[in-house]
């Protein structure tokens, strides 16, 4: 199908532990994937991006990893800090169109 | 913050009304992407406007328009309001070629209710 599946809708955490939130699409034709991060009240906000080319990335406590093959990507966020309390979205952009699918959202509670 | 702004910030129409949403793209974009968030969902695209041209729709109704300005900002315009209609809607703006586009970057939304 066009959009993204996206697991699990809910996640609650101790502070400092890991967070890992899975997508998975069908579309061969995905090139690009970027993840965001929405709080409330506000426009989802990127926090990190990956190419079909690549298999992970890092930016500090925020990777993410993909896999062509089985056609899943995913989030990990180590060392979670309330803050980190949000609605975070995927999405996936198909190579050559640049309408952008995402997924229904993971709402990370961290408790301190 | 991502330079993108929206206006309004809320919005209150009544059924069978029309709606204008005004979007300003970040300075050195040249593309405006619209998308609908329904309650508890993921953003929906509405469609794409690429240097004043629409560039790829949605499954949204032709009630469903808009336009891009020499400027870049972008404005949505939704005809025969239902009550389904209620959502936020958030614009993207992002730089590159009809085809491949970079990163998009949103604006806070507008938060429209249709009673």
């Known amino acids: 199908g066009e959009n993204v599946e996206q697991h699990p809708s809910t996640l609650s955490v101790q502070e400092g532990d890991s967070a890992v939130i899975k997508c998975t699409y069908s579309?061969?034709?995905?090139?690009?994937f970027p993840w965001y991060k929405q709080e409330l009240g506000k426009g989802p906000q990127l926090i990190i991006d990956?190419?079909?080319?690549?298999g992970e990335k890092k930016d500090q406590r925020i990777a993410v990893t993909l896999n062509k093959t089985a056609k899943h990507f995913s989030l990990h966020i180590t060392e979670t800090q309330p803050e980190d309390s949000a609605v975070y979205f995927c999405?996936?952009?198909?190579?050559?169109?640049?309408?952008?699918?995402f997924g229904s959202g993971t709402k990370l509670n961290v408790k301190p | 913050e991502t330079g993108v702004t929206q206006s309004p910030t809320h919005l209150i129409k009544t059924r069978g009304q029309q709606v204008t949403l005004r979007c300003s793209s970040q300075?050195?974009?040249?593309?405006v992407s619209w998308y609908q968030q329904a309650l508890g969902q993921g953003p929906q695209f509405i469609f794409q406007?690429?240097?004043?041209?629409?560039?790829g729709r949605g499954n949204f109704p032709p009630r469903f328009s808009g336009l891009q300005f020499p400027n870049y900002s972008s404005e949505l315009n939704v005809n025969a309001l239902e009550l389904d209609d209620s959502a936020l809607y958030l614009c993207?703006?992002?730089?590159?070629?009809?085809?491949?586009?970079?990163?998009?970057?949103f604006g806070p939304g507008t938060r429209l209710l249709v009673l």
């Open positions: 993207a703006s992002s730089r590159g070629g009809a085809q491949e586009q970079e990163t998009q970057y």
């Open positions: 579309d061969s034709a995905s090139n690009y």
């Open positions: 990956i190419r079909s080319n690549v």
């Open positions: 999405a996936r952009r198909v190579y050559n169109f640049n309408k952008f699918y």
């Open positions: 300075s050195g974009h040249n593309t």
């Open positions: 406007y690429y240097r004043e041209e629409e560039n």
